[in-house]
T-cell receptor, first 114, second 111 residues
Framework: DTAVSQTPKYLVTQMGNDKSIKCEQNLGHDTMYWYKQDSKKFLKIMFSYNNKELIINETVPNRFSPKSPDKAHLNLHINSLELGDSAVYFC?????????????FGDGTRLSIL | QKEVEQDPGPLSVPEGAIVSLNCTYSNSAFQYFMWYRQYSRKGPELLMYTYSSGNKEDGRFTAQVDKSSKYISLFIRDSQPSDSATYLCASSSGSARQLTFGSGTQLTVLP
């Protein structure tokens, strides 16, 4: 059973389109995260939810809107996609909103903007 | 300056070599230290997790933290081609709600 699963794995779309990525975890964790990984492998935190409450909202264009319907799911909707949005987006989860807890990652969604 | 600095490599070693991967950090409040391994086209996988200074060993892997010099190390003994991956260090303080990652070191173990 996959602990943190993301869909889709690959997303190729045109500039200007709107797309969504979904994430689900079955680890019983209460905190979920979205990261963006660029071509140089640097992982940058975008958002975090703890029990459906937004607790981290980094400097991200407001075209990106996260939504957590329950603590096992976290989605990311992106409006008006731009070339610079091409990256790998990772979902992660951990137990507790406090720091220090190890995070468990999904296998990523590879987004390519044409 | 990034809070966690990591030499990006790439690093190539022959099979059986001892590998040393290192990170430095600047935030004195960091208390939790992790190493993640990321295979190509996969997500980061937690490899080692330590709290404060000291060593932790798990099989062929040893994580070392020296808080006085703000230095984090991962040693891999008897390296195998299956160890070829990108290794990311990560740190966190007791109050922040997020991990701060290094930029990753790409390791290739040659058979």
């Amino acid at each position: 059973d996959t602990a943190v699963s993301q869909t889709p794995k690959y997303l190729v779309t045109q500039m200007g389109n709107d797309k969504s990525i979904k994430c689900e975890q079955n680890l019983g964790h209460d905190t979920m995260y979205w990261y963006k990984q660029d071509s140089k492998k640097f992982l940058k935190i975008m958002f975090s939810y703890n029990n459906k409450e937004l607790i981290i909202n980094e400097t991200v264009p407001n075209r990106f809107s996260p939504k957590s319907p329950d603590k096992a799911h976290l989605n990311l909707h992106i409006n008006s996609l731009e070339l610079g949005d091409s990256a790998v987006y990772f979902c992660a989860s951990s137990m507790g909103g406090a720091s220090g807890q190890p995070q468990h990652f999904g296998d990523g969604t590879r987004l390519s903007i044409l | 300056q990034k809070e966690v600095e990591q030499d990006p490599g790439p690093l190539s070693v022959p099979e059986g070599a001892i590998v040393s991967l290192n990170c430095t950090y600047s935030n004195s409040a960091f208390q939790y230290f992790m190493w993640y391994r990321q295979y190509s086209r996969k997500g980061p996988e937690l490899l080692m997790y330590t709290y404060s200074s000291g060593n932790k060993e798990d099989g062929r892997f040893t994580a070392q933290v020296d808080k006085s010099s703000k230095y984090i190390s991962l040693f891999i003994r008897d390296s195998q081609p299956s160890d070829s991956a990108t290794y990311l260090c990560a740190s966190s303080s007791g109050s922040a709600r997020q991990l701060t990652f290094g930029s990753g070191t790409q390791l290739t173990v040659l058979p």
